[in-house]
């Protein structure tokens, strides 16, 4: 399967994106999908996750209350919704495809990994 993450730019801070993470040459409605980010010199994080069939969600404690993750499985497509975004949120983020339907945040449980947007937060 092939991810293509789109949807990143420029933000202020305090506002909104929305990411969005497509799927190709193979549906991965049956697994669950997972955002990351790495900011300049910082390991790669877990952001949000989201089982196959949408109904669970896990998120990184430092956007919990602010970024939403869901999916249209119809679409082959899952979405990173970031409200009230920090600059702190500066990074390339990433969406991975899990090995099976259920989240996880552990970077060795994804298989697939698509090649990224940026997202920069302006304070």
């Known amino acids: 399967v092939q991810l293509q993450a789109y949807g990143g730019g420029l933000g202020q801070a305090g506002g909104s994106l929305r990411l969005s993470c497509a799927a190709s040459r193979r549906t991965f409605s049956n697994n669950a999908v997972g955002w990351f980010r790495q900011a300049p010199g910082k390991e790669r994080e877990f952001v949000a996750a989201?089982?196959?069939?949408?109904?669970?969600?896990s998120y990184a404690d430092s956007v919990k209350g602010r970024f939403t993750v869901s999916r249209d499985n119809r679409k082959n497509t899952v979405y990173l919704q970031m409200n009230d975004l920090e600059p702190e949120d500066t990074a390339v983020y990433y969406c991975a495809s899990a090995r099976g339907g259920r989240v996880t945040s552990s970077r060795n449980e994804y298989a697939y990994w698509g090649q990224g947007t940026q997202v920069t937060v302006s304070s």
């Open positions: 989201i089982d196959w069939s949408g109904g669970f969600t």
